[in-house]
C-alpha cells in the first residue's frame, strides 16, 4: 500500500499549484482522504478532506483558512488539492493520508501517509 505525493512547488503569493496523491495497493474508494501540512517549527495541521458518503457521493471538508481557495477532489485511485491565491502562510510540507474510519481532522488515526511534498509561497 502506497500513497505518492508530488506537484508541490514555489510559487509567488496569489499563484496556484495543484496536488497530487496517487494511491495505490488496494482499494481507497470508501476512506477517508486526507491532506494535511506541517510548517517549519509547527504541528502537521488538517488541511482538507474527502469523506465517502456511500455510492459516488464524497463530501468535502477544509480548515478555515483555505476554505474558498483550495479545493480537494479525487478519481478513482487519485486525491487532488487544488489550490489558488495561495498566500505566503500556506507554505509547508503538504501531505496526503488514507484512513478507513474515524474522524477526519485527527492526524493521529490516518493509517497511510505519502512522503510529502514541498510548497513554497513567495510574499
Known amino acids: 500500500v502506497q500513497l505518492q505525493a508530488s506537484g508541490g512547488g514555489t510559487v509567488q503569493a496569489g499563484g496556484s499549484l495543484r496536488l497530487s496523491c496517487a494511491a495505490s495497493?488496494?482499494?481507497?474508494?470508501?476512506?477517508?482522504m486526507g491532506w494535511f501540512r506541517q510548517a517549519p517549527g509547527k504541528e502537521r495541521e488538517f488541511v482538507a478532506a474527502l469523506v465517502w458518503r456511500g455510492g459516488n457521493t464524497y463530501e468535502a471538508f477544509y480548515i478555515d483558512s483555505v476554505k474558498g481557495r483550495f479545493t480537494i477532489s479525487r478519481t478513482k485511485n487519485t486525491v487532488y488539492l487544488q489550490m489558488s491565491s495561495l498566500k505566503p502562510e500556506d507554505t509547508a510540507v503538504y501531505y496526503c493520508?488514507?484512513?478507513?474510519?474515524?474522524?477526519?481532522?485527527?492526524?493521529?488515526?490516518?493509517?497511510?501517509w505519502g512522503q510529502g511534498t514541498q510548497v513554497t509561497v513567495s510574499s
Open positions: 493520508a488514507a484512513k478507513s474510519s474515524g474522524l477526519y481532522y485527527a492526524a493521529g488515526g490516518y493509517e497511510y
Open positions: 495497493g488496494r482499494s481507497f474508494s470508501s476512506d477517508i
